[in-house]
Nanobody, 128 residues
Framework: QVQLVESGGGLVQAGGSLRLSCAAS????????WGWFRQAPGKEREFVAA????????YYTDSMKGRFTISRDNAKNTVYLQMNSLKHEDTAVYYC?????????????????????WGQGTQVTVSS
């Protein structure tokens, strides 16, 4: 079992920044992919970014590239999502997830059904 706990969400003004964290505990694996997704009210879960835990390679959805940065701290078993120039439409619950099937973040990492473990989510609200 892998437990994922997100933190760092909150209320921020448009144009501001937030850094989300996702800490993993329990049985951890060195060869897997971490992903960040988000879900706004009434919308489907949307892929944001992914990172290979051992490789460090990243994959982003095009619309997030440049504003959002995913990173990880292997020693702390934690992955981060730095979000800059936030917009009102970035308002959502943000989830991290672990895909145990591959060590490399690729286009497959954008599919929610690739992920076995999910955190409980953290709310990000961007005021316009």
């Amino acid at each position: 079992q892998v437990q994922l706990v997100e933190s760092g969400g909150g209320l921020v003004q448009a144009g501001g920044s937030l850094r989300l964290s996702c800490a993993a505990s329990g049985r951890t694996f060195s060869r897997y992919v971490w992903g960040w997704f988000r879900q706004a009210p009434g919308k489907e879960r949307e892929f944001v970014a992914a990172i290979g835990w051992s490789t460090g390679n990243t994959y982003y959805t095009d619309s997030m590239k440049g504003r959002f940065t995913i990173s990880r701290d292997n020693a702390k078993n934690t992955v981060y999502l730095q979000m800059n120039s936030l917009k009102h439409e970035d308002t959502a619950v943000y989830y991290c997830a672990a895909d145990l099937s591959s060590p490399i973040a690729t286009i497959r990492s954008s599919r929610p059904n690739q992920y076995l473990y999910w955190g409980q989510g953290t709310q990000v609200t961007v005021s316009s």
